[in-house]
Nanobody
Framework: QVQLVESGGGLVQAGGSLRLSCAVS????????MGWFRQAPGVEREIVAT????????YYRDSVKGRFTISRDNAKNMMYLQMNSLKPEDTAVYYC?????????????WGQGTQVTVSS
C-alpha cells in the first residue's frame, strides 16, 4: 500500500506561481512512476507530469512544458510540482498519483486532491 497526501493548492492570479507537495508513505517505490493528474469541472482527468521515482526521468503534457517542473526528494519521500506562469485554464483539482500506467491514464494509488484556482 502507498499513501499520498497533497498540499499547497490555493487561489492565485494569472501569471503567479504555486508549489504542490505530495507526501509519500508506504511500500518502496523504487520502480514506480509517480506524477500529477488534474481534473477541471466537466473535463476528463488528464495527466500533467510524471517522474520515475528511481532515476528521475520526467514527462510533461505539452500545455505545461516550460511552466511546470516536477521533482522528488527520495530521502524525504516527497514529490513536488512547481507551477509558474499559471493560466486560468490550469484551474483544476490536482491529484498526486503513484504507479502510473504506460498510457498515463490511470494509477494504482491516489491522493485526495488539492484545488488550484487561477483567476484572470
Amino acid at each position: 500500500q502507498v499513501q499520498l497526501v497533497e498540499s499547497g493548492g490555493g487561489l492565485v492570479q494569472a501569471g503567479g506561481s504555486l508549489r504542490l507537495s505530495c507526501a509519500v508513505s508506504g511500500r518502496t517505490l523504487s520502480r514506480s512512476v509517480m506524477g500529477w493528474f488534474r481534473q477541471a469541472p466537466g473535463v476528463e482527468r488528464e495527466i500533467v507530469a510524471t517522474i520515475r521515482w528511481s532515476g528521475g526521468s520526467t514527462y510533461y503534457r505539452d500545455s505545461v512544458k516550460g511552466r511546470f517542473t516536477i521533482s522528488r526528494d527520495n530521502a524525504k519521500n516527497m514529490m513536488y510540482l512547481q507551477m509558474n506562469s499559471l493560466k486560468p485554464e490550469d484551474t483544476a483539482v490536482y491529484y498526486c498519483a503513484a504507479g502510473i500506467g504506460l498510457l498515463r491514464r490511470s494509477a494504482d494509488y491516489w491522493g485526495q486532491g488539492t484545488q488550484v484556482t487561477v483567476s484572470s
